[in-house]
């Protein structure tokens, strides 16, 4: 069960083609006389996911993973930008249609306890998909149901049940059979297995894969733990401000990363060994998202930033093939020895 | 556990705690035994429903009124156990504190967090409410909340999850407690975050000589912030020792499960992540024997027979199994390098 590296021919059509994504909120007015501030949440996001693939987004709070997943779900429109799925632009689409597309891309949430209605039984759950696309009869429905419910390593005999006589982990399974029933192309999981218990965690992670090696998904993996995406996803995005401040495969990315943040985030991971001892670190303060600061946004928690840094913003660039960074000293953090993994 | 020489700060011993839970009495904590000394760490390590954090409440005072408590703590000697309310709200954020593991509900959203951080001085110390004052924003300054002269009258809601953790951190060592209690301190904030935030607990604990119970599920959290650690399950200790040696060479199959089922960076792709059968019982319904004979790879009748005693497989190290010759035969050891 190796993952095969598919070099992709630049005609195949992305199944997902991300471009020049940006989300402003605007903030509540504290003053009569000043204009109301905004939250730059994605500030110019270009990604693209291939059949089959994944990318895994991390990131701390506020870096803007949780926007994204938004956007990627035509859940809000963005400010300006573009989201195609297949090559249709799902924000030009006309909300029938876009009703429609919906079948091919699913999310699963990050609490099983709150994206379960507690009143429903787990066949309306599962089904809700469906019936929101249109009029099923009930007997197909429910083997629709019984296949998606094996498929997650349920019985059919859950069908009738609750959520509340089911553990964290089963109700997760539960969600990836909701978001598996319409048998879509692509799927958004936000901090999938972040609120469950180590070893259920592990059984999750490998359902995920089984069932992409068996249905030839894609997904969108947002998580703030470097491990689970290294565990499941072919390429790496890490943000910093609403920005991708890195991009590449796992093993370029954990190997020899370019960007400082990416190896701040390496570092903090703790290491589950013998002899493990603190290692200090230097206070870090977090930047604000609303400043519309000129230079680089990591500048002021970057141990490498000059003034050069501070003047000008990096953009993204190749630092090898398939592997972006956003840094002007990329080359000189990728000459540091590797940040070894726990 | 460990011979000591001079007396233990807290020592605990044979602690069972009764529940009462919707589905009827159950055990929560069943023959838990430790002490610590004077400026030492502990790690508390296990999933949800362990019976970590209510051997926690249980140094605190906290337990539901339903709960029945066996067994003793001391703190310096004296009885904690059957202590009164009014006594017990003499010790509690005076000297043992807490942090608790969400500073968003941690937090009195009514209150400055000027007034929270002050609240445990005017209580405990006689100082006057300008003195506390003072004291509050120097501990706000000493847990590195920026500004701290002027943001002491602002509320919980302004702040970010980090900082808010430094507040509640603030509010438990106000009294310079002697024995700090951290329930996941860290679950809830980001990896870069979580590094600060154990950087400040582990120089406070040195720099006040305080002891120190880390809560955590992080294998990884403990290794780096404990001397020892126990591992929980199922309202049982099944591993407990020196930290070094319990990573060095895991004695419990729970233990080894644990470490395996975490998913490593830099594994090859493609590797299945090895995980432990089922899930973690519910409280009511523990089996007799072993807490973990249901999930055990490597389970016997006679795991199921009664609990398993302690067996020391070196010094301090001791593994609540009947068949550590097996499990520490194939040991996972020191594969996590």
Do not use: W
Not at chain 1, 146 to 152: D, K, P, T
Not at chain 1, 204 to 214: F, G, K, P
Not at chain 1, 229 to 240: F, K, T
Not at chain 1, 328 to 334: N, P, T, Y
Request: aromatic share 4%.
């Amino acid at each position: 069960m190796t993952m095969l590296q598919q070099t992709s021919s630049p005609a195949e059509l992305p199944l997902l083609d991300v471009k020049d994504l940006v989300q402003r909120y605007t903030l509540p007015r504290e003053s009569m006389f000043k204009p109301a501030g905004q939250v730059h949440a994605l500030n110019g996001v270009t990604a693209r996911v291939m059949a089959g693939r994944s990318l895994g987004v991390v990131g701390e709070s506020g870096s803007g993973k949780s926007t994204f997943a938004r956007l990627v779900m035509a859940l809000e429109q963005p400010s300006s930008g573009s989201v195609s799925l297949m090559g249709r632009d799902l924000n030009r689409m006309p909300a029938g249609e876009l009703r429609r597309a919906r079948r091919d891309f699913q999310m699963v949430f990050q609490d099983p306890y709150g994206s379960l209605d507690p009143r429903q039984t787990i066949a309306r759950i599962v089904a809700e998909p469906l019936t929101a696309l249109g009029r099923m009869d009930r007997a197909t429905l429910r083997g629709r149901v019984a296949g998606v419910l094996r498929q997650v390593g349920l019985r059919d005999a859950d069908m009738d049940k609750f959520p509340h006589e089911f553990s964290g982990g089963q109700r997760q399974r539960i969600a990836i059979a909701r978001a598996l029933i319409t048998q879509p192309k692509l799927i958004v999981a936000d901090e999938p297995v972040s609120a469950l218990d180590v070893s259920v965690q592990a059984q999750v992670l490998n359902l995920l894969q089984d069932l992409q090696d068996q249905f030839g998904l894609s997904y969108i993996l947002i998580s703030h733990d470097l491990a689970v995406v290294d565990y499941l996803c072919d390429e790496i995005a890490v943000m910093y401000l609403g920005r991708i401040v890195e991009q590449g495969s796992p093993e370029d990315l954990f190997a020899h990363c370019a960007h400082p943040y990416t190896r701040a985030l390496l570092e903090a991971v703790p290491r589950a060994s013998a002899g493990g001892t603190r290692r200090r670190r230097g206070a870090q303060s977090i930047a604000s998202q609303s400043t519309g600061a000129t230079g680089c946004a990591y500048a002021s928690r970057c141990p490498l930033a000059d003034q050069y840094c501070r003047d000008t913003a990096p953009a993204l660039r190749n630092v090898g093939t398939a592997h972006l960074a956003a840094c002007h000293h990329a080359e000189a953090v990728m000459a540091l020895p590797p940040a070894a993994g726990g | 556990m460990s011979g000591s020489i001079n007396t233990p700060l807290i020592e605990v011993r044979d602690l069972g705690i009764r529940l009462n839970t919707s589905r009827g009495p159950a055990q929560a904590v069943r023959g838990v035994s430790f002490s610590l000394k004077r400026g030492e760490t502990l790690g508390l390590v296990g999933e949800s429903g362990c019976g970590k954090s209510v051997t926690a409440l249980a140094l605190m005072g906290l337990l539901p009124d339903s709960a029945v408590v066996s067994g003793s703590i001391r703190l310096d000697g004296s009885e904690l156990v059957g202590l009164s309310d009014a006594n017990y709200g003499k010790l509690r954020g005076n000297r043992i504190s807490m942090i608790f593991q969400e500073p968003m509900t941690a937090l009195n959203p009514m209150h400055t967090i000027g007034r929270q951080v002050a609240e445990p001085l005017r209580r405990h110390t006689n100082c006057s409410a300008a003195e506390a004052r003072k004291e509050a924003i120097a501990l706000l300054d000493r847990v590195g909340l920026p500004d701290a002269a002027k943001r002491v009258d602002a509320y919980p809601h302004q702040f970010s999850g980090g900082q808010r953790q430094r507040v509640t951190i603030a509010m438990a060592l106000a009294c310079q407690p002697d024995v700090l209690i951290a329930d996941e301190p860290t679950t809830a904030l980001d990896v870069t975050i979580q590094g600060q935030i154990l950087d400040l607990i582990a120089g406070l604990v040195a720099e006040r000589g305080m002891s120190m119970i880390l809560i955590s599920h992080d294998l990884g959290v403990i290794a780096e912030n404990v001397q020892r650690m126990m591992v929980m399950y199922g309202g049982t200790v099944v591993e407990s020792g020196a930290t070094n040696a319990v990573f060095t060479r895991m004695g419990h199959p729970y233990t080894q499960g644990l470490f395996r089922a975490r998913p490593r960076l830099g594994a090859r792709k493609g590797t299945r992540l090895q995980t432990i059968a089922g899930t973690v019982p519910e409280l009511a319904d523990l089996p007799s024997g072993c807490t973990f004979a249901d999930r055990c790879a490597i389970v016997e009748d006679r795991c199921r027979m009664a609990l398993p005693a302690v067996v020391d497989v070196s010094a301090g190290h001791g593994v609540r199994c009947v068949r550590t010759d097996v499990s520490m035969a194939e040991a996972v050891g020191a594969v996590g390098a």
